[in-house]
């Protein structure tokens, strides 16, 4: 069972940036897909970014141009960089992977995911 530890929440005001990350407990490199997602309060979950295993990176149209997702696989770690944070940011990020091909799901699909993290708290002040 692979580990997921995020970390880099906080609370920061609009027009502010953070750095989470997400270490895994296994060697990640050649991961068929690993990202983020977000949940708020009385929504549903969304996928945020993706990295897969050509590095190909994607984005919801809600983060494009602010939010850079990457992936140190020597340090078996992925980083989400967010800059010029919005409110509606607001959210419990969280990290997943997924080792393996896996078919039929795209990348913000929670399904395609076996590995999660626990979450990290993310808040942005107006």
């Known amino acids: 069972q692979v580990q997921l530890v995020e970390s880099g929440g906080d609370s920061v005001q609009a027009g502010g940036s953070l750095r989470l990350s997400c270490a895994a407990s296994?060697?990640?490199?050649?991961?068929?897909?690993m990202g983020w997602f977000r949940q708020s309060p009385g929504k549903e979950r969304e996928g945020v970014a993706s990295?897969?295993?050509?590095?190909?990176?994607t984005y919801a149209e809600s983060v494009k141009g602010r939010f850079t997702v990457s992936h140190d696989a020597a340090k078996s770690t992925l980083y989400l960089e967010m800059r010029s944070l919005k409110p509606e940011d607001t959210a419990m990020y969280y990290c997943?992977?997924?080792?393996?091909?896996?078919?039929?799901?795209?990348?913000?699909?929670?399904?395609?995911?076996?590995?999660w993290g626990q979450g990290t708290q993310v808040a942005v002040s107006s």
């Open positions: 997943a992977a997924q080792k393996q091909f896996r078919f039929g799901y795209e990348w913000h699909d929670g399904r395609l995911y076996d590995y």
């Open positions: 296994d060697d990640t490199y050649g991961y068929y897909f």
């Open positions: 990295i897969n295993s050509r590095t190909t990176t």
